[in-house]
């Protein structure tokens, strides 16, 4: 079955704590992405990555960092210096040529 | 900068009724337009999609035409199931291919018996 793996559904850190995402896809996509979504405020873009060993910073990428060392994997970690982390993160993928893009099911991220 | 602006929510309607969602864009060139639909606690899945001016995407009984003179690619859909209950974005994908989508803030749309 093909698709977009995130884990965990649910995770909790307490403030001051790195945390990192898991994204995975098996759809031999290119293009991986990481969207913040906040009620009200519908997706922002984080980071993207059009090919392994490069990407780019989104919107929002202030108080995050992501790595692309294989095709398959693009995790996301929060660091502690993102002031406000608690969030529905999503990852997403796109392959060559292609304007659609395909998502996860997300990561609840709660820091307290 | 590239823009999308859709219909603030929530929608209400009773099952059967006919759905509109409006979205409108503002974009150079000739961006690729999606709808996107959000079921409570997952992912994002792609609804329907059109690439060119004219285009009519469909699925599942939704509907959207590409309208470049207004731009504007509203979905619609004839009569609403409870099961359609969920958030729908709007989205645009600039001319090149591999960047990163463009939202909308998104229309909860909430479908009674």
């Known amino acids: 079955d093909g698709g977009i793996t995130q884990s965990p559904k649910y995770l909790f850190r307490k403030e001051g704590q790195n945390v990192t995402l898991s994204c995975e896809q098996n759809?031999?996509?290119?293009?991986m992405y990481w969207y913040r979504q906040d009620p009200g405020q519908g997706l922002r873009l984080i980071y993207y990555?059009?090919?392994?060993?490069?990407?780019q910073k989104g919107d929002i990428a202030e108080g995050y960092s992501v790595s692309r060392e294989k095709k398959e994997s693009f995790p996301l970690t929060v660091t502690s210096a993102q002031k406000n982390p608690t969030a529905f993160y999503l990852c997403?993928?796109?392959?060559?040529?292609?304007?659609?893009?395909?998502f996860g099911p997300g990561t609840r991220l709660t820091v307290t | 900068g590239d823009s999308v602006t859709q219909m603030e929510g929530p929608v209400t309607l009773s099952e059967e009724a006919f759905l509109t969602i409006n979205c409108t864009y503002t974009a150079t060139g000739y961006p690729s337009l999606f709808w996107y639909v959000q079921y409570p606690g997952e992912g994002l899945q792609l609804l329907l999609k059109?690439?060119?001016?004219?285009d009519k995407g469909s699925n599942k009984g939704f509907e959207a035409t590409y309208r470049k003179e207004t731009t504007s690619f509203h979905l619609e859909k004839g009569s609403v199931q409870v099961s359609d209950s969920a958030v729908y974005f709007c989205a645009l994908s600039p001319n090149q291919a591999g960047t990163a989508l463009i939202f909308g803030k998104g229309t909860t749309l909430s479908v009674s018996s």
């Open positions: 990555s059009q090919i392994v060993n490069d990407f």
């Open positions: 059109a690439t060119k001016a004219d």
């Open positions: 759809l031999n996509h290119d293009a």
């Open positions: 997403a993928s796109g392959g060559q040529g292609a304007h659609e893009q395909y």
